[in-house]
């Protein structure tokens, strides 16, 4: 019989949007054991919910500096062995760094870090650990999108020349037309979510997909940010070209002022012989386009999917699987990592994605306050 990994989490409580998805992924493939953590600042509130999901007082602690130091004190049967950053962004880094000098591996909410400096940062400390570190862009663990990455891979829709990635909220309309709203909300302060709002939340969503499915780098970026109104330093929209050379182009666009929508998230991939899309909100469904033919509509668990695909979905075809499926592939993928038996490339988002995720951020800000210009995604 296989040991549960034991898992800790910070942040995530009761009163958080993320917090269910990744106690429910954790559970998916019976590879965790919740062990313990900190879920809310708040010292009561965090013992009451760790109350209500069942579990033990002992391993509640009132910070994430006091939970390492009591984790260290134990047997390492006993301690915790990854641990799940699910706080606001500010906490990543400072959370994320103490977690890697002290030998515990790593499953970090996106994006990773507040600036690219700290990413840096995490970078040089994680490798010179044997350690796992994962960034959840949860999305890349729908079976589809691992079936798209594939198909590309493969050469199915040929050399890649046209990408169209769109990332569409509304929810924060109604918070940014009332200035009360919109100082209560964590992801429009600088000090808790970093310098963007909507390209760092949901903007990077889309930047790691494009490189997660492609397998390509992008090289260059032009930026047109909206933020509504001039006491406003957080963007809520952008428009963003992206280059991976002279030849190969494409656009993301990312809005959470886009009346309306919920989690209107698009993934289209053109290359010269056929496309691949996919809508997040339909996530069962890739439809693949070619010059001439019919559309063909391809779903998870068929055998004509890539075994990558294949292991990417629990139940037999037409038994729809969903975001939380998604996570849990992400969260299994740190567990085939950890016991030695991944085998795809993309199994979990890495280190390296979330840096370059923070890469992303930083730059598309630089070329709008730059007066949209072009930047070169270099690391210097
Ligand atoms: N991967 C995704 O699709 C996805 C979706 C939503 C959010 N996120 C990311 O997850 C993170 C959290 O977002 P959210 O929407 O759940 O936020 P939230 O505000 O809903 O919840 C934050 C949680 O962190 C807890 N917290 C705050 N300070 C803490 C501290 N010092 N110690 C321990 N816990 C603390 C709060 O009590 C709360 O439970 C963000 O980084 C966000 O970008 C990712």
């Known amino acids: 019989m296989k040991n549960k990994i034991r898992l800790g989490i910070l942040g995530g409580g009761g009163d958080s949007l993320i917090g269910i998805v990744h106690r429910i992924a954790s559970s998916m493939h019976d590879s965790y054991e919740i062990i313990g953590g900190v879920f809310n600042p708040d010292f009561s509130e965090n013992i009451k919910f760790a109350k209500e999901i069942g579990l033990n007082e002992d391993r509640i602690y009132q910070d994430y500096e006091e939970m390492i130091e009591a984790e260290l004190k134990l047997d390492e049967s006993k ?37 690219f400096e700290e990413a840096q ?31 590309i891979n493969d050469g ?16 924060i309309n109604p918070i940014i ?22 390209i760092g939340d949901i903007g990077t969503h889309a930047f790691d997909m494009l490189e997660y499915v492609t397998g390509m780098e992008v090289q260059e970026l032009l930026s047109d940010l ?56 339909n996530p ?17 668990g068929h055998d004509y999917n890539s075994d990558f695909s294949k292991i990417s979905t629990k139940l037999p ?18 567990a085939r990592e950890i016991r030695g038996e991944k085998e795809f490339t993309g199994e979990y988002p890495t280190l390296n994605d979330g840096l370059r995720g923070m890469l992303f951020i930083e730059k598309a800000v630089e070329s709008h306050n730059n007066g949209n210009t072009w930047v070169k995604l270099n690391r210097d």
């Open 79 to 115: 301690r915790m062995e990854v641990v799940s950053i699910l706080t606001p962004n500010f906490l990543h880094y400072p959370m994320a760094k103490k977690l890697l000098e002290n030998n515990f591996s790593v499953i970090c909410e996106k994006p990773m870090t507040t600036t």
């Open 121 to 151: 940062d995490l970078e040089q400390i994680y490798k010179s650990k044997n350690l796992t570190f994962a960034v959840t862009y949860t999305y890349t663990g729908y079976p589809m999108i691992r079936q798209m990455k594939e198909m």
């Open 156 to 171: 199915v829709i040929g050399e890649v020349q046209r990408v169209d990635l769109q990332y569409y909220q509304g929810w």
């Open 177 to 198: 037309h009332d200035s009360v709203k919109r100082s209560k909300t964590w992801r429009l302060q600088p000090d808790k979510s970093g310098i963007s709002c909507c």
């Open 226 to 281: 909206n933020y509504v109104y001039d006491d406003n330093s957080m963007d809520v929209d952008g428009t963003i070209l992206i280059r991976f050379s002279d030849k190969i182009k494409g656009v993301i666009r990312a809005s959470q002022i886009a009346t309306g929508e919920e989690n209107c998230f698009t993934v289209a991939i053109y290359g010269r012989k056929g496309g691949l899309k996919w809508q997040q909100e």
């Open 284 to 300: 069962n469904y890739l439809n693949h386009l070619s010059e001439g033919e019919p559309l063909k509509v391809l779903k998870p």
């Open 317 to 334: 075809p037409g038994h729809p699987e969903g975001m939380f499926d998604s996570m849990a592939n992400i969260y299994n993928g740190v």
